[in-house]
C-alpha cells in the first residue's frame, strides 16, 4: 500500500538546510516502518538564483522566495525551519497558526519572550513540534539514556558536558551571523552549548540553578562584504556554567570555538553511584562504560553498531559505522512517526522554552557574576 505522503517545505538551505534534505531523502529508504513518506516540496530561501540552484541540488520540488506564500499553501504539511535564530519566532508562529507540522532547528529562538510565544502558539493550534536537537539520536547517547534510565548507573552525582570548537580563533575570521546578537542570539552559548545543556535534560535532568561565565575574547572582527571595515563582536567567544540539577546532580558545561584543534568536540561524561559513561562525537559509534570499579574493572568501549543498539537496525551490519548525518535521518524518522501519531516528540517547543531559559539563566548569572535560579 503506498505510504500516506508528507509535503515538507524547508526554509533555509546551507548547512542545515543541507543535513535536512539528506535526512529527508534518506529516511523512507532506511527506515522500512516509516508510517508517512516524506516528499521534498519546497525549498526557500530569499535570492531567488540562490534557492533556484538549491532546489536542483538538494532535490526539492519547487523553490521559492516567500516564506509567508508558501505557509498559506493547503498542500503544506511539514515547516522544517532552518534558517538563523533572528527568523524562528515568525516562521514558526506563522506555521503554527496554519495548522502545520514544525521541526525548528536549535536554538528555538533567540530570547525567551520569542520561545514562549512559540510554544503558545503550538499549544493552541495544537502543532506537532520538535527541536532539532540531533545528538540525542546519536546511537551511543540514547544507548546512554536507556543505561541511566535502566538503574545501571545508581544515582547520578555528575553530568560534565563540553562542546570544544576552534573556527573562530584567527581574529581575522570574518563577522559572521554567528558573532551578531541581533541574528544569532548569543554566541558559544546558544549555538553549541546548548546542545550540551539539552543533553544533561535528556540524560540527568531539570537545571536549577546555573553560574554563568561568558567570555568576548576578539571584540571586533572584519565584515564579511569584503568591504575592509570591521564590526563589532556582541556575542560571547566562550560560556561555561556550575550546574545544579532538580535530581541533587551537580554539573559543568562548556561552550567555546576558540579550543585549538578541537573540530567538534561534544563530549559529555556521566558518574554515578554504580557508574560512569562518556561518549564524544568524534568517535560517535563508541560509549564508554564503566559498571565495576574493582581492581579488574574500569572503562569497557562499547561499539554502539549492534543491530539491537537504537537506530541501528536500518543501517548496516555490526562495526559498519554510521556518521553525523544518521543523527538527523534519526531526528525526522522520530519526527514523522510522532507526526502520524499526533504526539510531539522530545524536545519539543516546551523543551525548547525549558532550555531558552537556562540559556537566559546562564547570561543573567555571568552579568551579574552570581548564581541564578532557572525560573
Ligand atoms: N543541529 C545542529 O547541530 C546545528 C548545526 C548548525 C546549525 N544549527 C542551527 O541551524 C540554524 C541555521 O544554521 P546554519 O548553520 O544552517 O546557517 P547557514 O548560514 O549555513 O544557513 C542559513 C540559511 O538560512 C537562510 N536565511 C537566512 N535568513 C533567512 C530569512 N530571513 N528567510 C529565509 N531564509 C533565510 C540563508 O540564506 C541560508 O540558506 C541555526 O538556528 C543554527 O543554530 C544547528
Redesign the pocket.
Known amino acids: 500500500m503506498p505510504k500516506q505522503k508528507l509535503n515538507v517545505a524547508m ?9 535536512h534534505s539528506n535526512a529527508w531523502r534518506q529516511v523512507t529508504r532506511f527506515f522500512a516502518d516509516i508510517p508517512c513518506e516524506p516528499v521534498l516540496k519546497v525549498v ?4 531567488k538564483e ?1 534557492v533556484a540552484e ?1 532546489r536542483v541540488r538538494l532535490g526539492f520540488e519547487e523553490a521559492a522566495t516567500s ?1 509567508e506564500e508558501v505557509l498559506a499553501r493547503k498542500d503544506i504539511d511539514v515547516v522544517d ?8 519566532a515568525a ?1 514558526a508562529i506563522a506555521a503554527a497558526e496554519a495548522g502545520k507540522a514544525i521541526l525548528c ?3 528555538l529562538s533567540n530570547s525567551v519572550a520569542e520561545a514562549e510565544r512559540m510554544a503558545g502558539a503550538v499549544k493552541k493550534s495544537g502543532s506537532i513540534s520538535m527541536v ?4 540525542r539520536r546519536v546511537p551511543a547517547v540514547a544507548l546512554a539514556k536507556k543505561l541511566i534510565d535502566d538503574g545501571k548507573l545508581g544515582t547520578i552525582h555528575h553530568y560534565r558536558g563540553v562542546y570544544l570548537q576552534d573556527w573562530i580563533v584567527d581574529p581575522n575570521f570574518p563577522r ?3 558573532l551578531e546578537k541581533a541574528r ?1 542570539g548569543s554566541g558559544s552559548l ?2 553549541i552549548l ?2 550540551t545543556m539539552d543533553l544533561s535534560r535528556y540524560l540527568v535532568g531539570n537545571p536549577v540553578e546555573v553560574s554563568g561565565v561568558l567570555s568576548t575574547f576578539v571584540k571586533e572582527r572584519p565584515l564579511p562584504d569584503g568591504s575592509g571595515k570591521r564590526g563589532v563582536v556582541d556575542v560571547d567567544d566562550a560560556a561555561q556554567a556550575l550546574v545544579k540539577f532538580e535530581n541533587g546532580a551537580v554539573g559543568y558545561y562548556e561552550g567555546s570555538r576558540f579550543a585549538p584543534g578541537r573540530k567538534n568536540y561534544n563530549r559529555l561524561e556521566i558518574n554515578g553511584s554504580k557508574g560512569s559513561l562518556v561518549w564524544d562525537l568524534e568517535r560517535m559509534n563508541e560509549l564508554e562504560v564503566c559498571l565495576d570499579t574493582g581492581p579488574l574493572g574500569g572503562f569497557t568501549n562499547i561499539s554502539v553498531t549492534d543491530g539491537s543498539h537504537p537506530y541501528i537496525g536500518a543501517w548496516w551490519p555490526a562495526g559498519h559505522i554510521i556518521g553525523y548525518e544518521h543523527s ?1 535521518t534519526h531526528t525526522v524518522y522520530d519526527f514523522v512517526k510522532a507526526v502520524a501519531d499526533g504526539k510531539s516528540p522530545r524536545p519539543d517547543f516546551e523543551d525548547g522554552l525549558i532550555n531558552q531559559r537556562v540559556l537566559d539563566a546562564i547570561e543573567r548569572s555571568a552579568a551579574i557574576g552570581q548564581w541564578v535560579k532557572v525560573p
Open positions: 526554509i533555509g538551505y546551507d548547512f542545515m538546510g543541507r543535513t526557500v530561501g530569499r535570492t540562490k538549491a516564506w525551519i532552518c534558517t538563523p535564530g533572528d527568523s524562528h516562521i532547528e536549535k536554538p532539532c536537537h540531533n545528538y559572521v551571523w554567528r544569532a546558544g549555538d546548548s546542545h538527523f
